[in-house]
């Protein structure tokens, strides 16, 4: 990473401050959307669900999606195993089985202490509310900020069709929305969660500015096809939903064939999340399988946007 020479040099002769370089993305704070608050607390009294019990399972919610980490992969299991063994039984285990440490209690939960216990989110209807509860003002604010940014860059860009992966509770285009309600035409959405569709249906009606419902179709499973593509595709906060690094792979892929434009990649901001967005952007840059890519603007550790050219 290099600052630009321009920038260097105000930031060197005090003309410019450090907190207004132009790499800061604006605004700095985002509004949380006038109609959530009320709605929110609305479906909770027709679930007959108590406000403040969902908040507590919101935060447990939220504080394991922050600590959440990609599934691990058949090698690093193997890596575990053989670390278990050297603990275990010393450097003399060249000749020692695996399936001596399925057979040795002490040998198990060595192992279950140093291989991360992944498993998926089932989001049924409390999950789901729970998630809305603790997630939907850091997204829809993520969101905001990244569609903001190209509005800003792109002034010409006035996009028709929106594909969001992982669409959850409809924080995608409950941001998108804010600047291109009149133009967009189609937001296709993917999500598995029966629950989690139904939701963003519910939230979708009470949105301002108020998203026409013939634009919006929802989808469990992504399409098979590559056609038709879209002008903006997102996939945010999913990819570590995903089973294994070919999974991830293959639906990057998938996505980056469905963009027409741009393709937004957001991750949580920590370790894990940096990690799985590298995978992405190399995979993307480096792939004989993509066409042409330019980073739009990696606006963050956990954010990148990618253009076609």
Request: with cysteine; hydrophobic share 35%.
């Amino acid at each position: 990473m290099k600052v630009i020479n321009d920038v260097n040099e105000l930031l060197s002769n005090k003309n410019l401050k450090h907190k207004e370089h132009p790499g800061i993305m604006k605004p700095r704070l985002v509004d949380q959307p006038n109609w959530l608050q009320n709605t929110v607390l609305k479906i909770l009294h027709e679930k007959n669900i108590s406000p403040k019990v969902i908040y507590n399972c919101s935060r447990r919610l939220g504080n394991y999606l922050h600590h959440r980490y990609p599934p691990p992969e058949k090698e690093d299991i193997r890596f575990k195993m053989e670390e278990v063994k050297k603990k275990l039984y010393g450097n003399e285990t060249s000749n020692l089985n695996n399936n001596l440490i399925f057979e040795n209690s002490n040998a198990q939960r060595l192992l279950k202490s140093l291989v991360y216990n992944w498993a998926p989110i089932q989001y049924d209807t409390y999950t789901s509310l729970a998630y809305l509860t603790n997630r939907s003002m850091p997204e829809y604010s993520a969101l905001y900020k990244i569609f903001n940014e190209i509005v800003n860059r792109d002034k010409n860009f006035t996009p028709q069709t929106l594909f969001d992966f992982g669409s959850g509770t409809g924080t995608v285009m409950w941001a998108a929305s804010q600047f291109w309600v009149n133009t967009i035409k189609e937001y296709y959405c993917v999500d598995i969660s029966k629950d989690m569709n139904q939701l963003s249906e519910y939230l979708i009606k009470r949105t301002i500015p108020e998203i026409k419902r013939k634009y919006i179709f929802y989808r469990q499973f992504f399409p098979a096809s590559p056609i038709p593509t879209y002008d903006i595709v997102v996939s945010a906060y999913s990819l570590l939903e995903l089973p294994n690094q070919i999974s991830r792979l293959e639906t990057i892929l998938k996505l980056w064939k469905k963009t027409e434009q741009y393709l937004i990649i957001i991750e949580q901001g920590t370790n894990a999340g940096f990690r799985v967005i590298n995978e992405a952007r190399d995979f993307i840059l480096y792939s004989k399988k993509a066409r042409n890519a330019h980073v739009f603007s990696p606006v963050s550790i956990n954010i990148t946007i990618y253009y076609i050219i």
